[in-house]
């Protein structure tokens, strides 16, 4: 049963347009969330993250939104640049559980056309 | 300062054979992790370790073993390799909780014919 799920395997946008990626989560003890950028032959790095106890982070041109009773994220990219085209992780993580590991979704890949 | 590093790059192997991936970090971090990504998935655990000298099974351990033995090494050995091992094999380290985000080396490409 997977816990993380990005439903779209991948998202074509305009560069200067939004980019919306979704991950939805279905284990209540989940209490911090991570987005991961990837990059071709080079391993992920962290981008943003979010507490449950919050419903929005911000960071530049990113952006997460929580919706815990939806069990619910979204990570907003305005605007889309066209080096921001890599694979996109969303993961999740319960401090009370899982010794603090990180459970990963599959990924869903950004295209940014010029 | 050279972050999470993995040896070696790639390494093609036939059906049988064994080896050892090497993962280095030198941020001082106490928990390493090992991971394999799949074509199309996402990351899934193989083991980790919480401080020297500690090992423990993630969501995917079978045919995997690894040790600790320094803090900022992680070693990931293949005892028997089978082609369903083919895969990218991500090493990452972070702080302790509450820190929560994990640093990743570049990755290590295993093919098993």
Redesign the interface.
Known sequence: DQQVKQNSPSLSVQEGRISILNCDYTNSMFDYFLWYKKYPAEGPTFLISISSIKDKNEDGRFTVFLNKSAKHLSLHIVPSQPGDSAVYFCAALSHNTNAGKSTFGDGTTLTVKP | NAG?TQTPKFRVLKTGQSMTLLCAQDMNHE?M?W?RQDP??????IH?S?GEGTT?K?EVPDGYNVSRLKKQNFLLGLESAAPSQTSVY?C?SSF???A????????TRLTVL
Do not use: I, S
């Not at chain 2, 199309?40 to 655990?45: A, E, K, N, S």
């Not at chain 2, 929560?100 to 990755?107: A, R, T």
């Open positions: 999470v928990y992790y991971y199309g998935m996402g990351l899934r655990l980790y919480v423990a993630g991500f990452a302790p909780p509450p929560n985000e994990q640093f990743f080396g570049p990755g």
